[in-house]
T-cell receptor, first 114, second 112 residues
Framework: EAGVTQSPTHLIKTRGQQATLRCSPI?????VYWYQQALGLGLQFLLW???????NRGNFPPRFSGRQFPNYSSELNVNALELEDSALYLC?????????????FGNGTRLTVT | DAKTTQPPSMDCAEGRAANLPCNHS???????VYWYRQIHSQGPQYIIH???NNETNEMASLIITEDRKSSTLILPHATLRDTAVYYC?????????????FGQGTRLTINP
């Protein structure tokens, strides 16, 4: 079974630009989560999508947004990039059928803002 | 979600059992305990989870105390590839609060 896949693996942008990160969940998984992991810090929850709708978001400004497509893949968009947005962005998925099913993570997109 | 407390770092000799503790004294009755690990520059890898009974899979064993206020992850025969940061997380049943809160974890170093 293919795991969670994220693209691109690395992304370099300049301040003020926009970045789009993509995630394909494990087949059969309907929930997708996004996390930010800045260097030396823990994982910070960004967004949760389920069945195409945003269910919850973390303490991030509105320039962080996303969406989930009918095939359950997801996109994270970061507008007006700032230097402190440089981080590893992780996507995770889980099945919505079991309330205690674990999250499965991809290997992330390393975003560098210069 | 309940807060967890883990030691910041631990060492273990290769081939020995690695026992990683986690305190979750404010855990509530419907919250599960999950363990993940993260090897440098990779995404967190799911290891195991449980509610109140001890659990075992091909990667590890999870021992949860009877009062559920703490748990221990056991890697029975640690290898160098088990060197990673290990995260203990508790997560509740309520669907509306599905965000996992990761703490700082335990940095486990397996020594040859």
């Amino acid at each position: 079974e293919a795991g969670v896949t994220q693209s691109p693996t690395h992304l370099i942008k300049t301040r003020g630009q926009q970045a789009t990160l993509r995630c394909s969940p494990i087949s059969g998984h309907t929930s997708v989560y996004w996390y930010q992991q800045a260097l030396g810090l823990g994982l910070q929850f960004l967004l949760w999508y389920d069945e195409g709708e945003e269910r919850n978001r973390g303490n991030f400004p509105p320039r962080f947004s996303g969406r989930q497509f009918p095939n359950y893949s997801s996109e994270l968009n970061v507008n007006a990039l700032e230097l402190e947005d440089s981080a590893l962005y992780l996507c995770a998925s889980r099945t919505g059928r079991s309330y205690n099913s674990p999250l499965h993570f991809g290997n992330g997109t390393r975003l560098t803002v210069t | 979600d309940a807060k967890t407390t883990q030691p910041p770092s631990m060492d273990c000799a290769e081939g020995r059992a690695a026992n990683l503790p986690c305190n979750h004294s404010t855990i509530s009755g419907n919250e599960y305990v999950y363990w993940y690990r993260q090897i440098h520059s990779q995404g967190p890898q799911y290891i195991i989870h449980g509610l109140k009974n001890n659990e075992t899979n091909e990667m590890a064993s999870l021992i949860i105390t009877e009062d559920r206020k703490s748990s221990t992850l056991i890697l029975p025969h640690a290898t160098l590839r088990d060197t990673a940061v290990y995260y203990c997380i508790v997560r509740g049943l309520i669907q509306g609060a599905q965000k996992l809160v990761f703490g700082q974890g335990t940095r486990l170093t397996i020594n040859p």
